[in-house]
């Protein structure tokens, strides 16, 4: 059992937008209702959320990402210096073999980049604000700002030099992280699809193709991530979470976790991992021998991509599994991913998700007791 985050029975933070908030934004895109009334609806919905998350039983308590259109732009574009220019063409896989086109924002950079204000401070303390478990808070990670673009994506007159940009980078974000440690946050999820896509074959290619290094950015990317928490109290719980990329049910990446693990769980300051397990596509449990102690491991072992419910006896049969790398005490259970990193959402019905996450309660209540 556990009193702190990771909770045994966690989640990784979205899930799918309510009718009134998809209505609601669509009609401030039209300019017939104002941000205030944008955010009234939002909040509305995010109470709703929150109840229902602690009627379930859930000790970690999200806003859903109610009040984002991508798990990432809405906080990156806060920053000064960033800018969305089009987007990168991906193309998108799923289990009915249909592929999807699709072209997720590309950050660039385009002048110096700086924490102007609170991003995610207004937001945090209206969840702490209607709860009464742990509230979390989920940020892109910091990686993000650079992957995607590369060098192409960072001005040069800007920054002539790469060292500034990334100890900018760092700034930005312990400044943000510091203004929510006032506000009383006290566990902090960073959501990363970099250090999964360096599994695959096809993005460590497509990385080289943009001149990256796609063996030493692994490395790379822990000192980028560390110096974004580097000032982080000690009683905040620090988590990242590997996305493969999670749109309308379809992932972008593939490929076991074996050529970042022993740099991501070893060099990494971060209290917690949240791992995509739902399917082959993330390959085996080896690459968990790596995991120090001290360290959790969140095993995302039911997929939020189909809505076909998984049964107790599989997740239990695969948790045991990865007990032959890694001890059942720093071990945790949660969705693969969230159920809607991006305001389309998967392509499950509402009823499933809920599904879902009580079949995530039950099994880690049966394997490790009641949080």
Known sequence: MTSKPPFHA??????????????????????????????????????????????????SITDGEYRRKFFHTDFLLQLDGIEEQGGMEVQFHNAIGKDVHFAPPKMVVTGKI??????QRADYEYLASVVSETPKVTIPSPTMLHFRAGREGISEEAYPDMAEFFSDVGAAYRDEIADLV??????????DTNLAYLC???QR?????????????PRHYARMINDAIA???????????????????SWAAEGGYEPVADIMFNHLNIDSFFLEYDDP????FAPLRFVPKGKTIVLGLVTTKLGDLETRDEIKRRIDEATRFIALDQLALSPQCGFASTVHGNDIEVEQQAAKMRLVLDVAEEVWGKD
């Open 281 to 284: 596509r993330s390959g085996d």
């Open 182 to 191: 006032d506000a009383g946050c006290r566990y902090l999820q960073l959501d």
């Open 231 to 249: 000032d982080v109290p000690d009683d905040m719980v620090t988590g990242v979470h590997l996305c493969r990329g999670n749109f309308r049910s």
């Open 10 to 59: 966690d989640h990784v933070g979205s899930f799918l937008r309510p009718k009134s908030v998809l209505d609601a934004r669509d009609a401030f895109a039209a300019g017939t209702i104002d941000k205030a009334a944008l955010r009234a609806v939002e909040d509305e919905a995010i109470k709703d959320v929150v109840k229902w998350q602690e009627a379930l039983g859930l000790k």
């Open 205 to 217: 290619e497509n990385a080289r193709k943009r001149g990256l290094d796609p063996d030493d950015l």
């Open 114 to 119: 700086k924490h102007a204000k609170p991003i």
């Open 200 to 202: 695959d074959d096809k």
